[in-house]
Every structure is written in structure tokens, then in C-alpha cells.
């Protein structure tokens, strides 16, 4: 499955929808990945990516508004990446993206 590329992100977050560039770097291992959210908050580095078939999972590191570790996981389908993202307190966000042209 073809994960490599940059998505248009979107999150519905308490503090209202987030958008941003999600972008999925494919380790040469076929089961890691990098990467980095960048939106109006900043940037975010992909931590700990697998993939497990059609399944992502990762974490990153927010400072803003508070300093923690979220922990997102997705399903890709063609173009189209749906999961979430668990922010501590702030608890479970849902989100979509889609692959640019």
C-alpha cells in the first residue's frame, strides 16, 4: 500500500477544527514511518510510526496550548487517511485527510 505523501488534515479539536499538512516518509523497512502535522499551532514530528498493513500508528510531542504526547492512529484508504488522536486530558480527537494532488 502506497502511504508516502503529503495529506490535507483536518481535526476536530476542543478548541474548535484544526487543519494542517500531514505528511507520511515510509521507512525502507516497509513498517516505519516519519514525518510531521504542521498547522496553525506549529509543527509536530512523527515519533514511533508503524504501519501494519493499512493501519498508522504514531506519536508526537505538542507544546501548544500545553506541553504532552499525543497518540494518533489511522486507517489509509486510497487517498484518504481517517482516524484519531488521543491528547491526555483533552481526550479523543477525530480527523481526515486527503492526499494532494
Do not use: N
Not at 507520511?24 to 504501519?51: A, Q, R
Not at 505538542?62 to 491526555?88: H, N, Q, R, W, Y
Amino acid at each position: 500500500m502506497a502511504v508516502a505523501g503529503k495529506y490535507d488534515f483536518v481535526a476536530s479539536t476542543p478548541m474548535g477544527e484544526q487543519s494542517g499538512t500531514f505528511t507520511v516518509v515510509p521507512g525502507d523497512d516497509g513498517e516505519s514511518f516519519t514525518g510531521s502535522l504542521e498547522g496553525g499551532m506549529g509543527s509536530m514530528d512523527v515519533e514511533d510510526g508503524t504501519i501494519d498493513g493499512d493501519v498508522l500508528r504514531w506519536t508526537m510531542k505538542m507544546g501548544m496550548p500545553m506541553p504532552m504526547t499525543l497518540e494518533g492512529e489511522a486507517v489509509i484508504a486510497g487517498d484518504t487517511v481517517s482516524g484519531t488522536i488521543k491528547a491526555g486530558m483533552m481526550g479523543t480527537m477525530p480527523f481526515t485527510a486527503e492526499r494532494q494532488a
